[in-house]
């Protein structure tokens, strides 16, 4: 079947803009969670969705992130007035459920170039 | 809350030898161990799990990993590598609380030379 996707592959944007990153988990699985990896270093755990619900938005580093999910479908990624800080690839995986033992599966990400 | 260590962040091997990624967790409850690799310009994808039971576990492509509680580790191995290993292996760990959140180490780049 099919696997989760992402979109867009790469962005470039300037500075100050908002951005929107899109995923779409594998069907049926119905947690989603959003990681970002800066060059060179690990994933850094942003947010995840149990459903349309997100238990844990511990991760997001600052109040211009935000996530939403419909149902246990698409996802998206927003992010306002973007800082060069913000350069990553942004990565999305999917699960059975949000159950520490479950095996995600991952996307191939959205590299995102903040100029 | 939990943390991971990969001791290493380059490993370069002669194709042929063996190989050992080192991890080490940190949690204050019972965990799931995970190793993940990222071959160049490919997703993230599954290695190998311990959950419970046997403390060694058997991945793809010949690799296993050892869970040892006492040491807080959880490292992998094979015992002969190959040009195709070369990868970024990722080692993650989460909990029984707060379900759904991973914890992943910085990463450890195998390059295996010819």
């Known amino acids: 079947g099919a696997g989760v996707s992402q979109s867009p592959s790469n962005k470039v944007t300037e500075k100050g803009k908002d951005v929107e990153l899109r995923c779409d988990p594998i069907s049926g699985h119905t947690a989603l969670y959003w990681y970002r990896q800066r060059l060179g270093q690990g994933l850094e755990f942003l947010i995840y969705f149990q459903g349309n619900s997100a238990p844990d938005k511990s991760g997001l580093p600052s109040d211009r992130f935000s996530a939403e999910r419909t149902g246990e479908s698409v996802s998206t990624l927003t992010i306002q007035r973007t800082q060069q800080e913000d350069s990553a690839v942004y990565l999305c995986?999917?699960?059975?459920?949000?159950?520490?033992?479950?095996?995600?599966?991952f996307g191939p990400g959205t590299r995102l170039t903040v100029l | 809350a939990q943390s991971v260590t990969q001791l290493d962040s380059q490993v370069p091997v002669f194709e042929e030898a063996p190989v050992e990624l080192r991890c080490n967790y940190s949690?204050?409850?019972?965990?799931?161990l995970f190793w993940y690799v990222q071959y160049p310009n490919q997703g993230l994808q599954l290695l190998l799990k311990?959950?419970?039971?046997?403390?060694l576990v058997k991945g793809i492509n010949g690799f296993e990993a050892e869970f040892n509680k006492s040491q807080t580790s959880f490292h992998l191995r094979k015992p002969s590598v190959h040009i195709s290993d070369t990868a970024e292996y990722f080692c993650?760990?989460?909990?029984?609380?707060?379900?759904?959140?991973?914890?992943f180490g910085d990463g450890t780049t195998l390059t295996v030379k010819p």
């Open positions: 993650a760990v989460s909990g029984d609380t707060n379900a759904g959140k991973s914890t």
């Open positions: 311990y959950l419970s039971g046997s403390t």
């Open positions: 949690s204050s409850v019972s965990v799931y």
């Open positions: 995986a999917s699960s059975f459920v949000a159950g520490g033992a479950d095996t995600q599966y």
